[in-house]
């Protein structure tokens, strides 16, 4: 092999001078790519920005290729309940709870799911072991006692209520709901005093009604109606409310001031009733003009209603219509003819009239329609001033002290007279020398 020459060796090991081209540098080494996200924790990060169909879809083939993940099941549950698909998330909970039956959201979630479903005798075991997992879960404890009253065990449900409110006393939902329980019991002041409660932690609720109802059970009428006008207050558009109120003075015999609520009632939102509650009330308070068109109304759509009918036709004596007033209530003796109070104001238009031989033959039919259709004192009194009129001075008499004797001083004025009446009649039959009948 020929030998390079000197020159040549000594230009190989020399450095190279600066004026010469670099070698080209190392590549720099890449840093790893970051790992690609889990199909957990996507559907986690979709379930935090609430893209629940988003994250159903990541979660229901994962949970196919891996059934035993617990927590993979609970998440596909509470985005198919958000997603409104009720038997995908009842399966999916059960699935859940299959693995991990401690999986207390699960218990308590299902449970919610399947009282939205009306299925609360279901939830009633779901919620049985959220209690018995989180035994001071008052939110649980209250729902446990919400299902249990539902179901019908008033008892068991009062004891979850008080376990509830013992952990949490401001919870304005349990205190409704144990207030509502209260009143059932016909525990009116408990009922007041949490109804109370809930609604000044909560005053935009619809407790107040409830309370008003307590108010009215508790016979404190005067603070029923301040508990429905608070309703009013935010809600003056709720006719029921003002038909209660209207109810509550209709009782109280405040006709003027029970008119107005049922006449803003059948404003706001008509009923059938409003003409019944009207009627009734105009014409107790004698107002036949206001009250017969509404009982007009009623007849036509109601023509055997005994109750229309008679007030109708006391109406109609009232505005001295005493003919239409006698075929109306001739009506009403057929359709209720064991009920005195017909008979009754058809003798008042027979009497009305001066037709005393008529109303006394009233008041007899009245008398022979059954055993137990019973006297009143004003048929009795009819009877006595008819055949007083008709110079039947025996009768008279008979029926004048049968009345005295069964008024009781509620017809002071008639009694007066009634007594006057006894004592002429009395001294007439012993001019006659008639015996006078005791």
């Not at 020399?14 to 081209?21: D, R």
């Not at 979850?160 to 205190?175: C, E, V």
């Not at 309370?211 to 558009?237: C, I, S």
Request: glycine residues 4%.
């Amino acid at each position: 092999m020929a030998c390079l020459p000197l020159a040549a060796v000594l230009l190989l090991t020399l450095p190279i001078p600066a004026q010469t081209k670099k070698p080209p540098a190392p590549a720099k080494q890449e840093a790893p790519k970051p790992a690609e996200p889990s199909p957990m924790e996507r559907a986690e990060k979709a379930l935090d920005a609430k893209d629940y169909r988003a994250a159903a879809d990541i979660l229901t083939p994962y949970v196919a290729a891996t059934p035993d993940d617990s927590a993979a099941w609970f998440d596909l549950a509470f985005a198919s309940t958000a997603l409104g698909d009720k038997a995908k998330a009842e399966e999916a909970y059960n699935k859940a709870l299959a693995i991990d039956p401690k999986l207390f959201p699960a218990q308590l979630n299902l449970a919610a799911l399947l009282n939205s479903m009306g299925r609360t005798k279901d939830a009633l075991p779901h919620l049985a072991a959220a209690v018995e997992l989180k035994p001071d879960h008052a939110r649980a404890l209250a729902l446990y006692g919400s299902a249990l009253e539902a179901t019908g065990d008033l008892a068991q449900a009062r004891v979850y209520y008080d376990k509830s409110l013992t952990i949490d006393a401001n919870a304005p939902l349990t205190l409704a709901a144990s207030g509502r329980l209260a009143i059932q019991e016909k525990n009116y002041a408990l009922a007041e005093q949490q109804l109370a409660h809930a609604i000044e932690l909560n005053p935009a609720g619809n407790e107040r009604l409830d309370l008003a109802r307590a108010f009215e059970l508790d016979k404190h009428a005067d603070r029923a109606v301040e508990a429905y006008r608070g309703y009013l207050a935010a809600n003056p558009n709720f006719a029921p409310a003002h038909r209660r109120i209207g109810q509550i003075y209709f009782e109280q015999g405040k006709m003027d001031l029970a008119a107005p609520e049922f006449e803003e009632a059948a404003k706001i939102a008509p009923s059938d009733e409003d003409d019944w509650n009207l009627a009734r009330t105009y014409s107790a308070a004698k107002k036949a003009d206001l009250a017969l068109p509404r009982l007009a109304r009623l007849r036509h759509n109601n023509p055997n209603d005994y109750e229309v009918e008679l007030l109708a036709g006391e109406m109609l004596n009232l505005k001295r219509e005493y003919k239409t007033a006698e075929a109306v209530l001739a009506h009403a003796i057929q359709l209720q003819p064991k009920v005195p109070d017909a008979y009754v104001e058809l003798a008042n238009a027979m009497y009305l009239q001066e037709q005393y031989q008529q109303t006394v033959a009233v008041l007899d039919r009245m008398r022979k329609a059954a055993d137990d259709v019973k006297e009143t004192p004003w048929s009795t009194f009819l009877q006595a001033i008819s055949l007083d009129k008709l110079g039947a001075a025996e009768g008279a008499l008979v029926s004048y002290r049968r009345f005295l004797a069964i008024a009781n001083g509620k017809y002071p004025d008639h009694e007066f007279q009634a007594r006057q009446r006894v004592k002429a009649l009395t001294i007439v039959l012993g001019k006659k020398g008639k015996k006078v009948p005791q």
